[in-house]
């Protein structure tokens, strides 16, 4: 699980490869099949995206916020 200190840290670039990278993690486990589904990544992952969108779209607001 990231936290918000360390999305803060991170560059616009990395926090695009994050939510790219969570996206790709949900895709895949919503694939699976029903019994190997993780409905605990799936929920992690897509907080993970709402979290740095959040911040992406903070930044893109508010750009004198590092």
Same mark, same amino acid.
């Given at each position: 699980?990231?936290?918000?200190? !360390?999305?803060?840290? %991170?560059? !616009? %670039?990395? =926090?695009?490869?994050?939510? /790219?990278?969570? &996206?790709? !993690?949900? &895709?895949?486990?919503? *694939?699976? !099949?029903? *019994? /190997? &589904?993780?409905?605990?990544?799936?929920?992690?992952?897509?907080?993970?995206?709402?979290?740095? =969108?959040?911040? =992406? /779209?903070?930044? &893109?607001?508010?750009?004198?916020?590092?």
């Amino acid at each position: 699980m990231t936290n918000m200190q !360390d999305i803060r840290k %991170k560059s !616009d %670039k990395e =926090l695009a490869e994050m939510v /790219s990278e969570a &996206r790709k !993690d949900v &895709r895949q486990e919503r *694939f699976k !099949d029903r *019994f /190997s &589904r993780k409905a605990g990544a799936i929920r992690q992952a897509k907080q993970t995206i709402a979290r740095v =969108l959040g911040e =992406l /779209s903070a930044r &893109r607001h508010n750009p004198d916020t590092k």
